[in-house]
C-alpha cells in the first residue's frame, strides 16, 4: 500500500466512524510496539530462546513455576517503564464517545493509563494475580516492580499464585465473553488495530462483526490472518494511523 492509498483508506475509515453509532476496536500488542512493549509474534518475542506460546500455558506453570514468573517479571519490569504512545491516546478520545467499547487482548494496562474508559480485558492484567490452588481468594493487584520473591504466594492460603491473564489453552470468562460478542455484533464499525489475528477466539470477534453487517478495517504495518476478510486494511503503524483519524474525526 502506497502513501496515497493510505491516505484514501484512512479517508474511508474516517467516513464511516463519522456515520457509525457503535463503533468496536479489538487491539493487540502492535498497539503498544511503540511504547517499548515486546509483541508476542516476531523477533522480540523471544525470551531466553523461548516463545510466549510455550511459556503462557498451564502446562509450562506446573513443570516450572519459577521460569514462568520470571518471564512475567521480566515482562513487568518493561512495561513499568513504558508510556502509552500516540495510538493509546487516540483510542482514550474515542471511548469517550457513546456507543464506543474497546475490547484489547493487551494485559499491559497501557489503554487504562491512557484514560480509555470501560476496557474490556479480553486476556486479563499482567498487574493482578490470583490463586494458582483456586483457594477461592479473589484477584489482586500488584504492580510492584520488581515483583520478589518469586515465586508470589496466595495471602490466603499460602498456596502458589499465577498471574491474572489467560493462558493458551484456557477459557475467556464468560462474561468478557458476552460483553465482547455483543459489543462486535451491535458494531457498525469494528476496528482491529495491531493484532496478527491468529488467537482465537478473539481472532473470531471481527468475522462475527462482518457477519453481522458492520464494516471492517484493519490497522497493522504487516498482513495478518484478518487481512484478507476485512473491508479495508491501512498498512501503517497504529501510532500514525490512529492520529491521522483522530484530527479528522469529530465523533459523537
Ligand atoms: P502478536 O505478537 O501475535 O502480533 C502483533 C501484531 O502487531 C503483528 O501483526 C504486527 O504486524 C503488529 N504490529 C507491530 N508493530 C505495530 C505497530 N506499530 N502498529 C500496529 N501494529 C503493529 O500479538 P497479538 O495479536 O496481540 O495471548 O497476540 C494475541 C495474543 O497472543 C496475545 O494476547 C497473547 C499472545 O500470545 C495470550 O497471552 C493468551
Known sequence: MGVGDRELGVD???QRLAAARRVTVLTGAGVSAASGVPTFRGAGGLWK??????LATPQAFQQDPVLVWEWYA???QIIAECEPNAAHAGIARWSERPGFTLVTQNV?????RAGTKHVVRYHGSIWTLKCADHCGAPEWEDLSVPL??????CPRCGGLARPGVVWFGESIDPEILERSSNAAAG????????TSSQ???AAALLHHAHRAGAFTAEINPGATGASGAVD???AAPAEDALPMLDVRVRMG
Open 12 to 14: 474511508v475509515v474516517r
Open 49 to 54: 530462546n523461548r516463545q510466549a506460546q510455550q
Open 74 to 76: 521480566w515482562r513487568r
Open 108 to 112: 499491559d494496562g497501557l489503554h487504562e
Open 148 to 153: 520478589a520473591p518469586l515465586p508470589p504466594r
Open 187 to 194: 458494531a457498525d464499525v469494528f476496528l482491529s488495530i495491531g
Open 199 to 201: 488467537v482465537f477466539p
Open 232 to 234: 479495508l486494511a491501512i
